[in-house]
């Protein structure tokens, strides 16, 4: 193997404020480091981790890359209830009457992410 993924890095106007909230989200940690203010913040989560670091300039357009996030011991609705409640905002509502679909929020900077069926949602197709 040549290179592997260190941090996955996100441009933000408040790295901790931002941080925190995906950490809440993910299930992770902010670094013991990591406080109010601070150019940037490190969260460390089961899957990956994240690197958030100040840039003056703000988000303008649609992500380019955005995550798929998939619930492992809730609905996608609870789970968007959730993240809703953490302090996201709703984007898009792609869900379907028969139960499949997603839902397409924005983090606090307005960053879009999705939420997907659980596994166990998906296993009852």
Same mark, same amino acid.
């Given at each position: *193997?040549?290179?592997?993924?260190?941090?996955? +890095?996100?441009?933000?106007?408040?790295?901790?404020?931002?941080?925190?909230?995906?950490? =809440? &989200?993910? $299930?992770?940690? /902010? &670094? @013991?480091?990591?406080?109010?203010?601070?150019?940037?913040?490190?969260?460390?989560?089961?899957?990956? +981790?994240?690197?958030?670091? *100040?840039?003056? $300039?703000?988000?303008?357009?649609?992500?380019?890359?955005?995550?798929? /996030?998939?619930?492992?011991?809730?609905?996608? $609705?609870?789970?968007? =209830?959730?993240? /809703?409640?953490?302090?996201? +905002?709703?984007?898009?509502?792609?869900?379907?009457?028969?139960?499949?679909?997603?839902?397409?929020?924005? @983090?606090?900077?307005?960053?879009?992410?999705?939420? =997907?069926?659980?596994?166990? =949602?998906?296993? +009852?197709?």
């Amino acid at each position: *193997m040549t290179s592997l993924i260190r941090h996955i +890095t996100i441009d933000a106007a408040d790295p901790y404020t931002l941080g925190s909230f995906w950490a =809440e &989200a993910l $299930d992770g940690s /902010l &670094a @013991d480091d990591d406080f109010p203010g601070d150019p940037a913040a490190l969260v460390t989560t089961p899957a990956a +981790t994240l690197l958030f670091i *100040m840039v003056d $300039d703000r988000k303008t357009v649609k992500n380019r890359v955005h995550w798929d /996030l998939q619930p492992e011991d809730r609905s996608r $609705d609870e789970e968007v =209830e959730r993240l /809703l409640e953490l302090g996201a +905002t709703l984007h898009g509502d792609h869900r379907r009457p028969d139960g499949t679909g997603w839902v397409t929020l924005r @983090d606090p900077e307005g960053n879009e992410f999705c939420v =997907e069926r659980s596994a166990a =949602e998906r296993a +009852t197709d």
